[in-house]
């Protein structure tokens, strides 16, 4: 049923409609269209109706001698604003009646900057009436700003990681406004660091730091616009939008929005986008990226120029599977004498029609005759479509309930099928169906429902909740002194027990996180307070004997399939997903209560409404399942599965894609790499390439190290920059070998020296230990014959990233392939243990590091990205809260980027304990590990898995290796229940 609903999906190449927001039609385009069309003449006669009752300027007027011409006078000069506007708007709007009557239809459509107000005429979100009156009150409120005297802006093809390091050491009011293509970007700011900027590019290309053919251009432009110097316009925008009417967009066409590189169809966050337009950049590589991830193949501008699509095929250049087209030459009502544009538009007119489908508008414009293929419904849309399918990477993300269960049952103890000399299975992560009937209506919980997030998504809930009777909360770290938090809480907890929390902060207005400022204030207000509101929660439940009658939820924007298909919108909200997975674990084994904890995913294309639905019939299910039977005999719950009263604590991820309810499952997979695997088919990735530069973080110690050099041994990089948190010393041969004499005869003079100094022996000597492992893996790369450069580097500090790159750039290095293995060293602790600096300390390390190299490095020829995580990051563990929370944050931070470069490979191996290597085997850890009966994968093993998986191409973006039995834990042989 699954592969049906699939296959339905509907165009497999979809069609993108792309409008412009510059630029004049032909001249007298429209009086010449009128007199050759009939058709045509009519639609021009509506839209002159429209603006002559809003009193703006008409298309077409009759001059001295009867005749028609166009009224927008001047238009090629482009003196007349509001016009030249109108004009455009108009000319994008025929195009598209016109395409339309041939059948070519778009999935998805977009706009560059004043182009949105096109693309949602074309979306059906506003009537053309509603975008020029729009257009009229958006040009009288930027007519009021004239700054060209004090503002500007420069185009020039520098990168834009060079662009940040000289706006650096400007220190000025330097904006990118505007991301056109790989070899153009546009920069706004005050006039006099421009003047600065200019002369930095022009001395760095005479110095060698940037290339000799790096220009920078002033442009005429009245002001900044598209950066944050145009924030005085929104509130005079906002209220001059407020009386346009907007509806949702038509369902089978996506809306990508601008200011946010997202899928919107909530009218309200529409218009508060269009206000947003004005200070935020125009992203256009970052919209035709997430097009093509969304499965566009076919882009089409939509109107009188040719730009659009040129800014596209630079962007594309290394896809082979796209096609682009432009109506500039082929403009409504003209003859199509080009073969190739005819037969592109035969080919999409087919699609919609049926193959036999006579293309009938390639010489009158009319519509096409009736037939019978067009008495069809012109496109069928499954429940699943707006999610790819045609990458490998991300076919087959569903999974039916049989074949799991099929695959889940051990059989004698052991997985259904195994390589017998391996430990560790192999899982890749999937959705099965998982239904929920719930009457929302009868829910009546205990006490307040706790909302973390001020925001639109919030105040959805509050007003939700209400009309049922329901006493809501909603408290922010922007609103709330964390001194006295817990004092906050407490007062609440007097007047009604908190018995719900529902963690929203991924809904806030600002999520960015992608430079060290934005990524400290997400991490502040969406990771570090949620984590202490939950803390204290329990806390406070655990003094009144009453954990059992939580419940939490978190509101998650990972695209609906956690991030399975790219569309990971907020990466941060991953550390919220992993804490709830640790405390999932951690409340049943300490508290000896089943405690529900959900996370609750939606695509970006949902309205608020009906995520505030869902996440309510999540919280009463779950609380009429669970908080009664809390309260009974605690062996006799613990004897029972849940599933056999009707409740499934196994349930932890769902997601809502188009309304159905998804439930994620960790399916082992045992094949050979390329064995006939649907991730392996003819669009997998191609193999990685032999030879280049990678860099290696972790200090190429323990499992970082033994999978580095296993990759190495196969494709043999030319050089690796080995990374590590501080300086290390190279040891000579004699002391590599941990049994010989020399060593022996160190250690003897290490302790001598140590009572002597009353320094402590286990520190020092751990500190040659380190120098002796790393030098034995320099070794070993080196007799690979590549070159290896060690560099020490403070992975929580972004500067000393950015240096890092900085210098690596200036020697011209360009890196490849990057293998991430940093962690921070130490054992977590339960949440009422664990403190605030801690957690910030494994974030830092963990996730800043890794958010700085992917920004500065997005400008080099990356191919594979490998991050290490840990089988908690997708399970949970007792006592592992802030380690669970920064791997799991890891895996929604690499999804992200491979929607947001999706010719890249990006990934995070969850690894079960090792032997011999890494922290699991510690002594302080390694005795747990024992105790609990783990098994542990040797390095050999481990090594293997790692190299296999980028033979088959890197299709997975968190593959699983851990021993079944400690598998077995999180997922049970009967696991598929409501």
């Known amino acids: 049923m699954i592969k049906s609903a699939l296959n339905r999906i509907s165009p497999a190449r979809k069609i993108a409609f792309l409008f412009h927001g510059q630029g004049f039609p032909q001249e007298e385009m429209f009086s010449q269209l009128a007199a050759k069309n009939p058709s045509i003449a009519e639609k021009i006669a509506q839209i002159d109706a429209i603006l002559q009752r809003l009193q703006l300027p008409t298309l077409i007027e009759t001059d001295s001698e009867n005749r028609l011409t166009d009224s927008a006078n001047n238009l090629s000069s482009g003196k007349n604003g509001l016009r030249t506007q109108i004009a455009l708007l108009a000319a994008a709007i025929l195009t598209t009646s016109q395409l339309e009557e041939w059948g070519i239809v778009p999935d998805l459509v977009f706009g560059y900057s004043y182009g949105e107000y096109?693309?949602?005429?074309?979306?059906?979100?506003?009537?053309?009436?509603?975008?020029?009156?729009?257009?009229?009150?958006?040009?009288?409120?930027?007519?009021?700003?004239?700054?060209?005297?004090?503002?500007?802006?420069?185009?020039?093809?520098?990168?834009e990681t060079a662009l940040r390091r000289l706006f650096d050491e400007i220190n000025g009011e330097l904006f990118v406004s505007h991301r056109n293509a790989p070899d153009q970007t546009i920069i706004a700011g005050k006039k006099d660091d421009l003047k600065k900027l200019k002369n930095r590019i022009?001395?760095?290309?005479?110095?060698?730091?940037?290339?000799?053919?790096?220009?920078?251009?002033?442009?005429?432009?009245?002001?900044?616009?598209?950066?944050?110097?145009?924030?005085?316009?929104?509130?005079?925008?906002?209220?001059?939008?407020?009386?346009?009417?907007?509806?949702?967009?038509?369902?089978?066409?996506?809306?990508?929005?601008?200011?946010?590189?997202?899928?919107?169809?909530?009218?309200?966050?529409?218009?508060?986008?269009?206000?947003?337009?004005?200070?935020?950049?125009?992203?256009?590589?970052g919209m035709i990226l997430k097009a093509y991830q969304t499965g566009c193949r076919e882009f089409i501008e939509v109107g009188p120029k040719k730009v659009l699509i040129n800014f596209a095929k630079k962007i594309l250049a290394d896809k082979n599977d796209v096609q682009f087209f432009a109506c500039k030459e082929n403009i409504v009502g003209k003859n199509?004498?080009?073969?190739?544009?005819?037969?592109?538009?035969?080919?999409?007119?087919?699609?919609?029609?049926?193959?036999?489908?006579?293309?009938?508008?390639?010489?009158?414009?009319?519509?096409?005759?009736?037939?019978?293929?067009?008495?069809?419904?012109?496109?069928?849309?499954?429940?699943?479509?707006?999610?790819?399918?045609?990458?490998?990477r991300n076919c087959d993300w569903l999974i039916s309930a049989d074949d799991f269960c099929?695959?889940?049952?051990?059989?004698?103890?052991k997985p259904p099928v195994v390589q017998p000399e391996d430990v560790a299975s192999r899982f890749v992560l999937r959705m099965t169906q998982s239904p929920l009937t719930?009457?929302?209506?009868?829910?009546?919980?205990?006490?307040?429902?706790?909302?973390?997030?001020?925001?639109?998504?919030?105040?959805?809930?509050?007003?939700?909740?209400?009309?049922?009777?329901?006493?809501?909360?909603?408290?922010?770290?922007?609103?709330?002194?964390?001194?006295?938090?817990?004092?906050?809480?407490?007062?609440?907890?007097?007047?009604?027990?908190?018995g719900h929390v529902v963690c929203l902060t991924s809904y806030d207005e600002d999520t960015d996180a992608r430079t060290e400022v934005s990524y400290q204030k997400r991490l502040r207000d969406a990771v570090l307070f949620p984590i202490e509101v939950c803390r204290e929660i329990i806390l406070i439940a655990r003094d009144n004997k009453s954990v059992g009658r939580l419940t939490f939820l978190h509101a998650a924007r990972f695209g609906g399939t956690y991030g399975l298909t790219g569309d990971v919108a907020v990466p941060d909200g991953g550390a919220i997903a992993g804490l709830f997975k640790a405390l999932n674990d951690e409340l049943r084994v300490r508290d000896k209560v089943y405690v529900p904890l959900r996370i609750v995913d939606h695509a970006e294309n949902v309205l608020h409404d009906e995520i505030a639905e869902h996440l309510l019939a999540e919280m009463a299910a779950d609380f009429q399942a669970v908080s009664e039977r809390n309260f009974e005999d605690a062996?006799?719950?613990?004897?029972?599965?849940?599933?056999?009263?009707?409740?499934?604590?196994?349930?932890?991820?769902?997601?809502?894609?188009?309304?159905?309810?998804?439930?994620?499952?960790?399916?082992?997979?045992?094949?050979?790499?390329?064995?006939?695997?649907?991730?392996?088919?003819?669009?997998?990735?191609?193999?990685?390439?032999?030879?280049?530069?990678?860099?290696?973080?972790?200090?190429?110690?323990?499992?970082?190290g033994e999978c580095a050099f296993g990759l190495a041994q196969k494709y043999r990089p030319k050089k690796v920059i080995l990374v590590g948190s501080s300086p290390f010393q190279i040891l000579p041969p004699e002391l590599l070998d941990v049994n010989s004499p020399e060593v022996a005869a160190k250690k003897r003079a290490t302790v001598s020296e140590c009572v002597k100094t009353k320094r402590n022996f286990s520190k020092v000597w751990s500190q040659f230990t380190r120098d002796q492992e790393m030098s034995r893996n320099f070794k070993r790369f080196q007799?690979?014959?590549?070159?290896?450069?060690?560099?020490?580097?403070?992975?929580?500090?972004?500067?000393?990233?950015?240096?890092?790159?900085?210098?690596?750039?200036?020697?011209?290095?360009?890196?490849?392939?990057?293998?991430?293995?940093?962690?921070?060293?130490?054992?977590?602790?339960?949440?009422d243990k664990a403190k605030r600096q801690e957690y910030q300390a494994g974030f830092d390390t963990k996730i800043l590091g890794a958010t700085a190299l992917l920004e500065l490095l997005s400008e080099h020829p990356l191919e594979f990205y490998a991050g290490f995580g840990s089988v908690s990051g997708r399970f949970g563990g007792n006592g592992q809260t802030g380690y669970t929370a920064s791997n799991d944050y890891l895996v929604k931070l690499l999804s992200y980027y491979r929607g947001k470069f999706p010719q890249r490979r990006f990934v995070c191996f969850e690894w079960g304990a090792w032997s011999e290597v890494g922290i699991s085997w510690r002594p302080d850890i390694r005795g747990i590990h024992l105790a609990a009966g783990t098994i542990f994968i040797s390095p050999k093993e481990g090594t293997r898995h790692f190299v296999e998986e980028f033979e088959r191409g890197l299709p997975e973006l968190e593959p699983l290796f851990v021993a079944w039995k400690y598998y077995k834990r999180f997922q049970p042989d009967v696991i598929h229940a409501k």
């Open 118 to 159: 096109s693309a949602l005429v074309a979306s059906g979100a506003w009537s053309f009436e509603t975008a020029a009156k729009a257009t009229a009150k958006r040009y009288e409120v930027l007519a009021q700003i004239n700054d060209s005297a004090a503002t500007g802006a420069i185009l020039t093809n520098a990168g």
């Open 202 to 285: 022009e001395q760095n290309c005479k110095d060698g730091t940037l290339p000799v053919s790096t220009i920078a251009i002033f442009l005429p432009v009245s002001a900044a616009l598209h950066s944050p110097l145009m924030k005085n316009v929104c509130p005079l925008l906002e209220n001059a939008l407020s009386e346009c009417e907007l509806q949702p967009p038509d369902s089978r066409r996506l809306f990508l929005s601008g200011a946010t590189t997202r899928f919107t169809s909530d009218p309200d966050a529409i218009r508060e986008n269009l206000v947003k337009q004005t200070i935020k950049p125009v992203d256009f590589m």
């Open 336 to 392: 199509i004498e080009n073969n190739d544009s005819r037969r592109f538009l035969q080919q999409l007119s087919a699609r919609r029609f049926g193959k036999n489908h006579r293309f009938a508008g390639v010489t009158t414009g009319t519509p096409p005759p009736a037939c019978q293929d067009c008495a069809k419904s012109t496109r069928e849309i499954s429940k699943f479509s707006g999610l790819k399918k045609e990458s490998a």
């Open 406 to 413: 099929r695959l889940n049952r051990s059989e004698n103890g």
């Open 438 to 498: 719930i009457n929302v209506n009868t829910f009546q919980p205990q006490g307040y429902v706790l909302l973390i997030g001020e925001n639109e998504l919030a105040k959805t809930m509050q007003s939700r909740l209400s009309a049922m009777g329901i006493d809501a909360i909603a408290i922010s770290a922007e609103k709330t002194n964390l001194e006295t938090l817990s004092e906050t809480l407490r007062s609440y907890w007097r007047q009604k027990p908190i």
């Open 635 to 704: 062996e006799t719950i613990f004897n029972q599965p849940p599933t056999s009263w009707g409740w499934n604590p196994y349930n932890l991820e769902i997601g809502y894609v188009n309304g159905e309810r998804l439930a994620t499952r960790s399916v082992p997979v045992t094949k050979t790499p390329r064995q006939n695997s649907a991730e392996n088919s003819e669009s997998a990735l191609r193999e990685i390439s032999v030879g280049g530069t990678w860099i290696l973080v972790g200090g190429l110690r323990g499992i970082t």
């Open 783 to 831: 007799e690979l014959g590549c070159a290896a450069e060690y560099r020490a580097c403070d992975m929580r500090k972004w500067r000393d990233v950015a240096n890092l790159i900085a210098l690596l750039e200036t020697r011209g290095e360009k890196i490849a392939g990057v293998i991430n293995g940093a962690m921070l060293n130490t054992a977590d602790v339960a949440i």
